[in-house]
């Protein structure tokens, strides 16, 4: 393909709007335009990419039975009505009206309307499992939409639902697609992790994340490419180090997940679902009077530890939630904090949120800061398991002001269940004792769920089974973010180009190193003089001799100075890039690998050996 | 691929809500599935053929230099407010809302969203021509969505865009596009005509339509499939074609449009711009004086020429039209009918519509039946062309109940233009006087315009030209609707399929004929009984020798009776049915040709050679 013909517009700055790197190379190298807030067009070159992820998929999805369709993305409210999710799901939902003024959204998600699907056509447990997917967009009416692909209100998805008539085959299905990821985010070339991820939100049971790790900011050699004429690290100078470091520095982290993983083990989690080690050890500590003291002006944990010069992690904290329409009170030690989703996953809630002060004040009769569980009648109190160690603790009074000192379960007041509600902390020892737990960024690229029947039952989606009796069809449902995977691999696969000048001077530049799966064309052919005779004929006889053998090729035939085509070439980020240059006449080429930074000049008619043995 | 993993749910009978062959066969051999009224899920058949014909698009658009990206469907109001349409498009646009009150619509068509892209990013015109395109879903909330994929809300489009710098670079893309969709329709094995279209509409000013021809409904023999017992249609008895002319009669002819089309010559033309042959011949007729009748109760042609007793050809008819926010009369012979878009494009008007009666009474102080042009003042007064010839003519005398007999132009009243307005009909000579017209019906399946500086004067996207001169681009736009050529292929490639049962009665029963480019599989693999072993070993060894030549093969593994599993096959269509029967044990299997009710039994041995020969 002829560059000229294309539509790449690459910026010489960094776009001013963008926040990570991902975002600001894709619109810098002329990947996307943002044609409204969060709703972006992909030009030529990031829809090749999304092709090669297509293709990826595809073949994947085929390699364990999942047939591929496509689901309207203009739906009826009627099917939300249906599963309930019409009024629940909340501000994110696009809604509009068709002009016989009835109800429409745009697809967030499609569990509704496959159900819809299914359950029209398949009466019985004969016709399962049944496992469907399509690759289509979606729409999020995000409050903030930003970062890019990362965070927008249209996107591309690939959703997958699976069928079943018993849970051994939801098992085997979804051990299925957590295979298929695997390979079709190593094939990406994405540095990955699975991890124990949250299936609540989706009104599901087992759930596995899919984690692209953002790579850590402070190792500059996971950035940085050096050119030709620099062997090593060691030469470049401390200030320019420096300022390759300011540069790094000033792009945010992407991934707005925090994953927990085991240092020396292998488990791996959500911050929302992860867990720590857990013994319950027995106390033999003597339990003393329960005392009232004044607490003038101490709201808060820490306050109330200094007032009294005691550990935090001796007082019980009480929070109240409302869940859905009930109030619930609930306790941890007093250096933990509340993990809400394992809080919402824990109570079945559909919703979850801290609730208001009249609602505490008419419960208890005291306000935040002086909350406590002695004395509170008719409200359910779930408590951290850790809380259930604690004697002699000190908790609010419910009274503005006091609070006691020596408060015990079982005497003072009662917790109706202990279960795992705290947010773990880096250094703690991971849940089966192997390794200590670490925290770092990743961004979502991929989830599968366990969903049961919630909206099979829902919806009335009903099979016979073999005896003939009416069961709930069983879902699984595996979602892939197709457009952010591409935001991904940006964060992964940016460069910063350390070149050296003739003169010595070190100069740096962001580039981008496509992995050779997903660049948009594998070879980037760039005569320097598109008036030269020699170059373009060589340019031309070079360009069919890599077709013939398969490759994509880009030929920037445009008539620009070199430096501009070049500066284009490390931004659109091609693996392989051929100059033909000055020796054109000579039949020699330059050859530049992109991920090394390495570059060799060869003779003509070595370069499709030279490519191949490159490619192996 | 197995089909007891697919979901392609058959029905017994055909849909009672299906008016045209197309919609019922896509429904009831499990191809689509409506969702809600005109918005359908493309089951995984149906995703398959659209996936072919994306990739045939692709491939012949590469050709032409056209480039793929993809543009969002959610698209803010401020583009369409830019060009105007957002208020003048009509109740066929969605409008909707974001959470932050913003207006947005779903884009129906993209030239704003092209021309922003393009406008943002391309400065001089060394960077065009600029030819991109995308294959992506269109919402057009249609008053009577019908006929399956033919009329639908929410449905799949190609649609490019061309930029130029001047008209002889937007002509030649023209004329590629041209080739290259003839290419197009040409692979998908479809029978099409192209056109000369209303471009009008779209702003534009030559355009082309490519029309799907509907299969003519009286001539059996194109529908008609032998089985292999029957030698003849000879051999069928009368009742029984009976039958089958009254079930073909039975659904409506496919096709909103009427092709106009020379027989015995070239021209071609949607009876929207259709003209005939016109030869302007001078009159040598004396002008007799103008005389008031009265004309009590006749207000059409037919009965103020039947009450006077003269030929409707002698009479001129008078209509009043308000275009945009203007009146204009418009004169026609009285037997002539007006053609509506002709108006339109004369008037450069981008709404046209009759006038209400009290306008017409305002201007002309009576009402319709006695309009005439006598003594009309302040009013812009076009004709056609035929009524320049016409002396002593009977018109309406602005008076009701009363004409004037012997009115004459230049001494009665004056004519502004003459232009061609009539609707052509059947049997009239071809304006270029090579063979007479006659109609057919047609389905849109492609289009391409000369939009010219339509979008990029209104949205001000604007290069310099060779001189340094600001100039806006010029535009072509080329679509074709990729959701409704499956309905168009259906509609031709429908067929009834007569057998001969082993007691000589005749059957009929409809099936699909898939063109071999088009079909979701090569090949549909039927072994009759699964259980049995030599059975499913020799089908397990043909389907992976047939894979492995590269063929894609369905294989119905499910555990049906042989007549459910014939007539599903039938439904589905696929080009060779490969049976694997009772021989099996001796390594025989039935091979039948779709196409002509062939039926051989062959060796496997044979069978990938055979299967290749018949593919030539």
Same mark, same amino acid.
């Given at each position: 393909m002829k560059q000229s013909k294309m539509l790449i517009p690459t910026l010489r700055e960094m776009p001013s709007d963008a926040q990570v790197i991902s975002h600001a190379l894709l619109v810098r190298a002329g990947y996307v335009r943002q044609i409204s807030a969060g709703i972006y067009a992909y030009l030529p070159l990031a829809n090749r990419v999304l092709e090669k992820l297509k293709t990826i998929m595809r073949e994947e999805f085929d390699e364990i039975g999942a047939v591929e369709l496509l689901a309207p993305t203009l739906l009826t409210a009627d099917l939300w009505r249906e599963s309930g999710r019409y009024d629940t799901y909340g501000a994110d939902l696009y809604k509009l009206k068709n002009r016989d003024d009835s109800d429409f959204i745009l697809g967030p998600t499609h569990e509704e309307t496959m159900t819809a699907l299914v359950r029209d056509e398949i009466t019985s447990y004969k016709k399962l499992p049944l496992n469907v997917y399509q690759i289509a967009t979606k729409y999020r009416d &995000?409050?903030?939409?930003?970062?890019? /692909? /990362?965070?927008?209100?249209?996107? =591309?998805?690939?959703? %997958?639902?699976?069928? #079943? @008539?018993?849970?051994?085959?939801?098992?085997?299905?979804? &051990? @299925?697609?957590? #295979? @298929?990821?695997? *390979? =079709?985010f190593a094939r990406a070339g994405l540095e990955f992790r699975g991890i124990i991820g949250d299936g609540g939100a989706m009104g599901g049971k087992d759930s596995q994340e899919f984690m692209a790790v953002t790579a850590d900011r402070t190792d500059?050699?996971?950035?940085?490419?050096?050119?030709k004429n620099i062997e090593s690290m060691d030469e470049i100078? &401390?200030?320019? +180090?420096?300022d390759i470091q300011a540069e790094l520095a000033a792009w945010l982290t992407a991934g707005e997940d925090t994953i927990v993983y085991a240092e020396g083990g292998d488990y791996a989690a959500n911050i929302e679902m992860a867990s720590s080690w857990f013994e319950k050890k027995a106390s033999y500590t003597e339990e003393l009077d329960l005392q009232k003291v004044e607490t003038? %002006?101490?709201?808060? =944990?820490?306050?109330?530890?200094?007032?009294?010069?005691?550990?935090?992690?001796?007082?019980?904290?009480?929070?109240?939630? *409302?869940?859905?329409?009930?109030?619930?009170?609930?306790?941890? *030690?007093?250096?933990d904090q509340l993990n809400e989703v394992k809080l919402t996953n824990f109570l079945h809630a559909d919703f979850l949120e801290a609730a208001n002060p009249d609602d505490v004040e008419q419960l208890v009769g005291a306000h935040f800061g002086s909350l406590g569980p002695v004395g509170l009648k008719g409200v359910k109190i779930v408590a951290d398991r850790e809380v259930e160690v604690v004697k002699n603790a000190v908790v609010g009074a419910n009274e503005d002001g006091y609070h006691y000192l020596n408060a015990n379960i079982g005497r003072d007041f009662e917790v109706s269940e202990y279960v795992d509600l705290r947010t773990v902390s880096e250094g703690e020892l991971s849940p089966d004792g192997r390794g200590t737990l670490k925290f770092a960024k990743g961004i979502e690229i991929g989830h599968i769920f366990k969903l049961g029947t919630r909206y099979t039952e829902a919806m009335h989606a009903i099979v016979l089974d073999q005896n003939g009796k009416a069961m709930p069809m069983i879902m699984g449902c595996y979602g892939i973010g197709v457009s952010r995977l591409l935001s991904a691999v940006l964060e992964q696969f940016a460069r910063i180009y350390v070149e050296k000048t003739p003169k010595g001077e070190f100069k740096f530049s962001w580039s981008i190193n496509f992995p050779k799966a997903l660049a948009p064309y594998d070879i980037h052919l760039v005569p320097v003089n598109i008036k030269d005779e020699?170059?373009?004929?060589?340019? $031309?006889? +070079?360009?069919?001799? +890599? #077709? @013939?053998?398969?490759?994509?090729?880009?030929?920037?035939? *445009? $008539? &620009?100075?070199?430096g501009v085509k070049f500066a284009d070439s490390d931004l659109i980020g091609l693996p392989v890039r051929v100059t033909i240059g000055k020796k054109a006449t000579e039949g020699i080429v330059e050859v530049k690998i992109r991920t090394t930074g390495e570059v060799i000049e060869i003779n003509k008619d070595e370069l499709v050996n030279t490519i191949e043995i490159l490619n192996q």
């Open positions: &995000e409050k903030r939409p930003r970062y890019g /692909l /990362l965070r927008g209100r249209e996107f =591309i998805m690939k959703d %997958g639902y699976s069928f #079943h @008539a018993d849970y051994d085959s939801l098992d085997e299905t979804y &051990e @299925a697609y957590k #295979h @298929a990821y695997e *390979r =079709i500059l050699s996971q950035w940085v490419v050096l050119s100078p &401390e200030t320019t +180090l420096e003038p %002006g101490a709201k808060t =944990i820490d306050e109330v530890a200094e007032l009294l010069n005691i550990n935090p992690n001796t007082t019980i904290k009480t929070l109240v939630y *409302r869940a859905d329409d009930e109030l619930v009170v609930v306790l941890l *030690r007093g250096n020699e170059t373009m004929r060589l340019t $031309n006889e +070079l360009e069919e001799k +890599l #077709h @013939a053998k398969g490759y994509q090729v880009l030929v920037d035939d *445009r $008539n &620009e100075r070199a």
